[in-house]
C-alpha cells in the first residue's frame, strides 16, 4: 500500500456526525495525494459551513495525520454538485422511492406510541429516558416528538432550541441526542406558530409529511411522544400507523387511571395494540428506608386491569418519584445516563429489557410481541 491509500483508507473512515457512516462510503472523499510527508486531501460535503462540515474537516485532518509518514496536512472542503446529491440521498434511502412512509405493516420498524390519559404525569420523561435507555442497549432509536401541547422532547435530550434538521435536499436527517435520533414537530413550526390552534386535516398532513421525509435510516424501534388524551393527533396517527403498540403512562392516582383507561381504549380502537401500562410518580424510598407514597398506589394496576378485557395487558414498570429523573430532564441529561444507578432509571432500564428486540424479522411479518 502506497501512502496515498493509507491516507485514503484512513480519511475514508472518518463518518459524517450526521449520516452516521463512513464519508468513504458517502463518496465524499475526492483526492488524496502525498508528496514528501506532506498530504493533500480534498473532501467534498453536502453543504459547507455547518457545525458537522467544521468536525468532519477536523476529524479527517487528524486522521491524515496520523497515519505514519504524515507530517503535515492539507484538506480542502469543497461542495457536492446537485448530481452528486442526489447520487446520495438515493443510496442513504437504500432503493426506497421518495415520499413513501417508511413505517408501514411492512416495516422492520418496531412502532411504540407513548399515551397518557392526562398531561403533567411524566410521559414525555419516561420516553425520552426509554429512548436513551433502548439506544444504551445498542438498538437503533428513532424518537417523534407529537406531543403538541409542550414540544418538551428536545428540552430533556439536551438538543438546543431552534435545532433544525439537516436538509439535504428533500431528504431531512434528524439530529441525534444520546445515541437517539429525534425530531418533533415544534422543529417545522413557524417562530410563534401554535400548532395546538391548527385543524385536524392540517395536523393530519403534518404528521404524515414528516414521518415520510424525514430520514431516520433503519431503525429498530420507533418512539412516538403523543399529546395527551385522545385528540386528533390520537387520531391521525392511528389512521397512519394503525399496526403500531401502545404503552399507556399514568400515575399511581386513581383519579389518573379513567382517563388512562380511555386513551389505551381509543388506541385499540384503530386497531393498535395496548401492550402495557407504566405507572410514574410512584412511591419511593426515603434513606432511612421510609416509603412515601404521594400519589398513593395502585393506579398502574387498575389501568392495566381495566385494559386486559380479552387481551391480558401487563403492568410493565412502575418508576418512582425521583429528583434525580426531574433534574436530569432539566439540565437535558436522561437520568438513565446521569445517575444510573437511581431507583427510577433502574425501574426505566428494565422496562427498556422487558421491551427490547431488534427490528421485526427479515421476511417483513410482524411477530407476536414477546413481553417477558
Ligand atoms: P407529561 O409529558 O406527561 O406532560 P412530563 O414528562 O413533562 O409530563 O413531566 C412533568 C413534570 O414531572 C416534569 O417536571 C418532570 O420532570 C416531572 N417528573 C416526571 N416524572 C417524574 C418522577 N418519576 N419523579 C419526579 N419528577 C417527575
Known amino acids: 500500500m502506497t501512502l496515498s491509500d493509507a491516507v485514503r483508507a484512513a480519511v475514508s473512515a472518518v463518518t459524517d456526525p450526521e449520516l452516521r457512516r463512513p464519508i468513504g462510503e458517502l463518496d465524499m472523499v475526492r483526492d488524496v495525494a502525498v508528496d514528501g510527508g506532506r498530504a493533500q486531501v480534498s473532501i467534498a460535503l453536502t453543504i459547507v459551513g455547518c457545525p458537522a462540515a467544521a468536525r468532519i474537516e477536523s476529524d479527517v485532518r487528524a486522521a491524515a495525520a496520523s497515519v505514519p509518514g504524515v507530517d503535515e496536512v492539507e484538506v480542502q472542503v469543497g461542495v457536492m454538485t446537485p448530481a452528486e446529491r442526489a447520487a446520495l440521498t438515493e443510496r442513504l434511502r437504500d432503493g426506497r422511492p421518495a415520499r413513501q412512509m417508511p413505517f408501514g405493516p411492512d416495516s422492520l420498524t418496531r412502532v411504540i406510541l407513548i399515551s397518557s390519559g392526562k398531561g403533567g404525569v411524566g410521559k414525555s420523561t419516561v420516553t425520552a429516558n426509554l429512548a436513551v435507555a433502548l439506544a444504551g442497549r445498542g438498538l437503533a432509536v428513532g424518537l417523534v416528538d407529537a406531543d403538541v401541547h409542550g414540544f418538551s422532547i428536545p428540552g430533556l435530550l439536551g438538543i438546543p432550541a431552534g435545532t433544525q434538521p439537516t436538509r439535504i435536499d428533500d431528504l431531512m436527517l434528524p439530529p441525534v441526542a444520546h445515541g437517539v435520533k429525534t425530531i418533533s414537530i415544534g422543529m417545522f413550526l413557524r417562530d410563534g406558530e401554535a400548532v395546538v390552534a391548527w385543524r385536524g386535516p392540517m395536523l393530519h398532513r403534518t404528521v404524515q409529511q414528516f414521518l415520510t421525509d424525514v430520514f431516520f435510516g433503519d431503525l429498530d424501534v420507533l418512539l412516538i411522544d403523543m399529546p395527551p388524551g385522545t385528540g386528533d393527533i390520537a387520531i391521525s396517527i392511528g389512521q397512519i400507523l394503525p399496526h403500531a403498540e401502545v404503552l399507556v403512562v399514568t400515575t399511581p392516582q386513581a383519579a389518573a387511571s379513567d382517563v388512562a383507561i380511555r386513551s389505551g381504549l381509543v388506541a385499540r380502537q384503530t386497531g393498535q395494540k395496548v401492550i402495557g401500562v407504566v405507572e410514574n410518580m410512584a412511591a419511593f424510598a426515603l434513606p432511612d428506608g421510609t416509603v412515601v407514597d404521594l400519589f398513593g398506589s395502585g393506579g398502574g394496576q387498575a389501568v392495566a386491569d381495566a385494559l386486559s378485557a380479552g387481551e391480558q395487558v401487563p403492568l410493565l414498570a412502575s418508576i418512582p418519584l425521583s429528583p434525580a429523573l426531574r433534574a436530569g430532564g432539566d439540565a437535558g441529561v436522561p437520568v438513565v445516563i446521569s445517575e444510573p444507578t437511581d431507583a427510577a432509571a433502574i425501574a426505566i432500564d428494565d ?22
Not at 431488534?358 to 411479518?365: P, V, W
Open 351 to 372: 422496562l427498556a429489557r422487558t421491551l427490547g428486540t431488534r427490528r421485526r424479522s427479515l421476511s417483513g411479518r410482524p411477530l407476536p410481541v414477546r413481553v417477558s
